[in-house]
């Protein structure tokens, strides 16, 4: 067999694993998911009224398409913590040690952990983008080329983040610890312009805002499904989604290939 039918093998086989452990323990992914939809339904129907003033004033539901793509990405970095604690878990219990000592291709271990993980991300995104339709978005000037290039967007974004979640699960102690070492992924939204424009934020805090990955993502989504203005933001959205991604493998590949103490 050659290697890269090997590897090909294997990886499906450590794919297919990851996927039975989160269809047998679905809680973990559905108290994941609840908290973007929470914070959905919250932004929408309880300040919504008053925060849609800082947009244009457009009512609620000019803010639902305001929030709707930065909610996207809070469920992405959502979701990835699914996989840090995944791969915390199976180093704590000893599983990735001996898969080390197997006659298996050494990358398939984290390949597995990591499309397990786009998946179950873009299927979190698909069920809060239902919940969203539901309650009100609309996205009636984008065409389905937009709205695939958006789709592939969320999808880069989406490998970035899990990867740099896999390399938190490989240096953390525990579950609990991965868990925590991986709350940025869901904080980082919350000081983006996900919830509001950065030009009504305080001065000092609008570089924060502005030069972090989730802001050019979500102007960029934006521009993609309600016609605004991109500029930029695409390339920073891009370079943001590759830097990530080869920090993250840099990081997990390093981190798996350590000799064990």
């Known amino acids: 067999m050659s290697s890269l039918s090997l590897a090909l093998r294997d990886s499906s086989t450590m794919l297919r694993r990851n996927l039975l452990h989160a269809r047998r323990y679905p809680s973990l992914t559905l108290n994941l998911l609840m908290t973007p939809v929470m914070l959905l339904l919250l932004f929408v129907y309880i300040f919504g009224g008053a925060m849609s003033g800082g947009i244009g004033g457009g009512g609620r539901d000019e803010y639902i398409a305001y929030i709707v793509p930065g909610i996207l990405l809070m469920t992405i970095g959502s979701t990835v913590i699914g996989a ?52 009100g978005f609309r996205s009636h000037d984008a065409t389905a080329l937009e709205w695939l290039a958006a789709f592939g967007l969320l999808a880069l974004f989406a490998l970035a983040l899990t990867w740099i979640a896999i390399g938190m699960g490989m240096v953390s102690p525990n579950a609990e610890a991965a868990s925590n070492s991986a709350m940025p992924l869901i904080l980082l939204p919350l000081i983006s312009s996900a919830f509001t424009p950065i030009d009504s934020m305080p001065g000092w805090f609008q570089p924060i805002a502005e030069y972090q990955p989730f802001t050019p993502v979500i102007e960029t989504l934006r521009g993609l499904l309600l016609g ?28 798996f290939n350590r000799d064990p103490k």
Not at 93 to 104: H, K, L, Q, S
Not at 119 to 134: E, F
Request: glycine content about 14%.
């Open 84 to 135: 840090a604690v995944s791969v915390s878990t199976d180093m704590s219990e000893g599983i990735i040690a001996r898969f080390r000592t197997m006659a298996i291709h050494r990358g398939s271990v984290l390949i597995g952990h990591v499309i397990g993980g786009v998946l179950q991300s873009l299927a979190s995104v698909v069920l809060v983008g239902i919940v969203g339709v539901a309650i």
């Open 228 to 255: 605004t203005e991109i500029g930029y933001n695409g390339w920073l959205a891009l370079g943001w989604s590759v830097a990530l991604i080869a920090l993250g493998y840099r990081w997990s590949t390093a981190s």
